[in-house]
């Protein structure tokens, strides 16, 4: 099972919005709505932040949103914090009752 | 409060094996399936292993068959990885998590390192 694609790298200034998108395919991202996106600062645990492609966990801040169109999903981030700063990675249910995570994508804010 | 708690890890010479525990506390930890998942150093997560609730249906990523297995005792709140075989590409940072909904983790625990040098 190969990982999911994420960019390396997103960056933003205070306040803007950004995406990162998690291609697959028609194996895992494209066939299941189970998608989750994780935070993870450095030397800390990852941190779930959307579940099934569009769900927000009670606690997580409405700036954070998710979608999903065909093999690819999405992550944005709106109004841009310097909190935000850290590494993402999406996840996915797959065909052979396994789980995938993406390459994961570090988010700077400048 | 949910509470992951990871143990065992430790240096260990490659060929070598290594017992990983997780204790559970804070929830219902039967009725939820549990994983764990790894993070080399500097490196992206990599799903391991995943156990259902009644230890029926358990999945392995391709890099660990054969070579780790995954188990867990309901009665004592605890999940374990057994891990065989070591090489030096199992070097990380091991994570318990709990699973809601397939690939939904909603909690992790801090995790313990696994080093394979010799």
């Known amino acids: 099972q190969s990982a999911l694609t994420q960019p390396a790298s997103v960056s933003g200034s205070p306040g803007q919005s950004i995406t990162i998108s998690c291609t697959g395919t028609s194996s895992d991202v494209d066939d299941y709505k189970s998608v989750s996106w994780y935070q993870q600062h450095p030397g800390k645990a990852p941190k779930l932040m959307i579940s099934d492609v569009s769900n927000r966990p009670s606690g997580v801040s409405n700036r954070f949103s998710g979608s999903k169109s065909g093999n690819t999903a999405s992550l944005t981030i709106s109004g841009l914090q310097a909190e935000d700063e850290a590494d993402y990675y999406c996840s996915s249910y797959t065909s052979r009752w396994s789980r995938v995570f993406g390459t994961g994508t570090k988010v700077t804010v400048l | 409060e949910v509470q992951l708690v990871e143990s065992g890890g430790g240096l260990v010479k490659p060929g070598g094996s290594l017992r990983l525990s997780c204790a559970a506390s804070?929830?219902?930890?039967?009725?939820?399936?549990m994983n764990w998942v790894r993070q080399a150093p500097g490196k992206g997560l990599e799903w391991v292993s995943s156990?259902?609730?009644?230890?029926?249906?358990?999945y392995y990523a391709d890099s660990v068959k054969g070579r780790f297995t995954i188990s867990r005792d309901n009665a004592e709140n605890s999940l374990y990885l057994q891990m065989d075989s070591l090489r030096a590409e199992d070097t990380a940072v091991y994570y318990c998590?709990?699973?809601?909904?397939?690939?939904?983790?909603?909690?992790w625990g801090r995790g313990t390192l696994v080093t394979v040098s010799s």
């Open positions: 156990i259902n609730i009644g230890s029926s249906y358990i």
């Open positions: 804070g929830f219902e930890f039967s009725i939820y399936s």
């Open positions: 998590a709990k699973e809601t909904t397939y690939s939904t983790f909603d909690y």
